[in-house]
């Protein structure tokens, strides 16, 4: 296609709206709502880039269907100005015109998702150290969602020429991003901690978002993007087919490809949950400072981790013996939802995501460690919740020899962690040393099980 044939289809196509709805409205919502989940943590989408590729992909829950209506509406052109009849009798072949119409709005739609992850990509350069390849295929994928459906529209305005097929293909693609996200493309599980809790099945790989980004470690398998282009494919193909067919009969047999690919999509697929979203290996190597260690993707904030961490472990091991940690680790472990999380006696886990460690520095970040060995959060991965402040400040009141200081983060007013911390602070230093060591050490026990009550086996008092 020649730059003259491209500024005709330009001026005469909706290629240029169909970029501009996509680009301005996933721009202004990811913007203006400035506080939501893409904004915040560790997986933000202008924090890492695969978290980037992530939420921009998740955007195609609502921009997907409007790339279908608007190529459907692309479909209708030729209906509505009446020269259907008249390009037909042209010696031009008619997947000559079909080249051209879908090709200038696929370089639209391609163009503006790009501007969209350029845009967001222009801020994770100055957010992160680590830069890799990994995340390009998700954004190619999602690039190709939004050519083949506009595609697919096209053809389907024009086999059926009328003003209702726009929004009734944009209401029933709607409809099916949202089975596929909510219902059908769900299965039922029970988590190994006995919760109920729903994971993605092989079916909901055939639509064009994705689940929320919760953790930036997280990417998606070869297998989801190699059966994903072949669905999407076999879609453009069909979309492409209708576009040329001039009988019905052909317009039945060009939906062949679209019902192959999704066929040979579903085998290709993973059904695992688990071979879905996978962990990204090179993503999660350890970069480490003797003991303190962090994943490649938070190498940045590790010279400021390293100095508080090494002060944590040796107030530790001046405080526990043998029976304190020998290293700081950042968790890399991705556990499924629902699910509790597993801490180890002989490293300190912790999450830049945590509240405690998220903004500590310094001083604040030693103290925040130590509570992290000492009692660490025990709510199941997803949910949200508050620490066990009182507890928290206890051990690191003891660990340190400084008394009782609030920390910050645990979603406790500082009154409160001192008010329920103190009764039991007290009890606990009138007993012997070698009483008060046992006591935390069983405290630390409790915690670190996640199955018994931790100010209980402070006190002395049974677990529940």
């Not at 998740?58 to 997907?64: A, E, P």
């Not at 080249?99 to 696929?106: N, P, Y």
């Not at 066929?263 to 879905?276: I, Y």
């Not at 890399?332 to 999450?351: C, H, I, K, Q, Y």
Request: glycine share 10%; with cysteine.
């Amino acid at each position: 296609m020649n730059s003259r044939v491209l500024r005709i289809e330009l001026r005469r196509s909706v290629a240029p709206w169909a970029g501009a709805v996509v680009l301005v409205p996933a721009l202004a919502f990811l913007y203006l709502l400035d506080t939501a989940a893409w904004w915040n943590g560790t997986a933000a989408w202008t924090a890492q880039w695969t978290p980037l590729a992530m939420w921009t992909r998740s955007l195609l829950f609502y921009l997907w269907p409007l790339a279908v209506g608007l190529g459907a509406l692309q479909g209708l052109r030729d209906h509505r100005s009446k020269m259907y009849d008249l390009l037909t009798s042209t010696p031009r072949p008619a997947w000559h015109r079909a080249a051209a119409l879908t090709g200038t709005t696929a370089c639209t739609l391609a163009g503006a998702f790009a501007l969209l992850v350029l845009a967001g990509g222009g801020q994770v350069l100055g957010n992160t150290e680590y830069t890799h390849l990994g995340w390009l295929p998700i954004s190619l994928v999602g690039a190709l969602f939004l050519v083949a459906g506009s595609v697919l529209g096209m053809g389907a305005g024009r086999a059926l020429p009328s003003p209702l097929t726009p929004p009734a293909l944009t209401m029933c693609a709607f409809v099916f991003t949202a089975l596929m996200h909510m219902s059908l493309g769900r299965t039922e599980t029970t988590t190994a901690d006995g919760f109920t809790d729903t994971e993605p099945n092989r079916v909901s790989l055939l639509s064009p978002t994705l689940e929320e980004v919760r953790d930036a470690l997280v990417t998606l398998s070869a297998s989801v993007h190699l059966g994903q282009t072949v669905w999407l494919l076999g879609m453009a193909a069909t979309g492409f087919a209708l576009l040329v067919a001039a009988t019905w009969r052909a317009r039945l047999i060009a939906l062949t490809p679209v019902l192959a690919g999704a066929v040979t999509a579903l085998l290709v697929l993973p059904s695992d949950p688990g071979r879905m979203y996978v962990v990204d290996e090179a993503a999660a190597e350890l970069v480490c400072e003797g003991p303190v260690c962090v994943t490649k993707t938070q190498q940045a904030r590790l010279a400021g981790l390293a100095g508080p961490g090494k002060k944590a472990l040796r107030l530790l091991h001046a405080a526990l013996g043998d029976r304190a940690p020998v290293s700081v680790r950042e968790n890399a472990a991705v556990l499924p939802e629902g699910s509790m999380p597993r801490w180890s006696r002989e490293t300190v886990l912790f999450d830049f995501d945590d509240g405690i460690i998220a903004a500590a520095k310094g001083e604040e970040l030693t103290r925040a460690l130590i509570a992290q060995s000492m009692v660490p959060a025990c709510i199941p991965v997803g949910w949200s919740g508050t620490t066990d402040a009182a507890s928290q400040i206890i051990a690191v009141g003891w660990v340190t020899g400084d008394g009782l200081e609030p920390l910050g983060g645990t979603g406790r007013r500082p009154a409160e962690q001192l008010a329920e911390a103190r009764p039991v602070w007290k009890k606990l230093k009138a007993l012997p040393q070698d009483e008060q060591l046992a006591r935390i050490n069983a405290m630390r026990a409790a915690a670190l099980s996640c199955e018994s009550d931790v100010l209980g086996a402070l006190t002395g008092s049974e677990s529940r």
